[in-house]
Nanobody
Framework: QVQLTESGGDAVQAGGSLRLICAIAGRTTSDLTVAWFRRAPGKDRELVAAVAWTLGSTVYGDSVKGRFTISRDNPGNTVALQMSSLKPEDTAEYYC?????????????????WGQGTVVTVSS
């Protein structure tokens, strides 16, 4: 099990960019998957992106494809979510989660470690 801490949430205007960081503490195993999810008030939790720690395989939610990029810095023990062309619909609290094994179709229920979240607010 790892411990996750998110940072980088802020208020930004539509069309702007933001970079979120998930800091990972504890043992990072070769089969680790780290993902970003988000949840807006009154909405279900939604997958934003996920990355395989070792191989770098990625998967993105349909609503962010072409605008967001997930990446990992193995020596630095961080996973970044680079967000560009932000829209008001991106406004949400963003969470970092960790799981074992790579499955691009896995649900949030299979993630066993979570951070506390960081808030992103996009204004028009």
């Amino acid at each position: 099990q790892v411990q996750l801490t998110e940072s980088g949430g802020d208020a930004v205007q539509a069309g702007g960019s933001l970079r979120l960081i998930c800091a990972i503490a504890g043992r990072t195993t070769s089969d680790l998957t780290v993902a970003w999810f988000r949840r807006a008030p009154g909405k279900d939790r939604e997958l934003v992106a996920a990355v395989a720690w070792t191989l770098g395989s990625t998967v993105y939610g349909d609503s962010v494809k072409g605008r967001f990029t997930i990446s990992r810095d193995n020596p630095g023990n961080t996973v970044a979510l680079q967000m560009s062309s932000l829209k008001p619909e991106d406004t949400a609290e963003y969470y970092c989660g960790a799981a074992r094994g790579w499955d691009p179709n896995r649900s949030s229920a299979s993630y066993n470690s979570w951070g506390q979240g960081t808030v992103v607010t996009v204004s028009s």
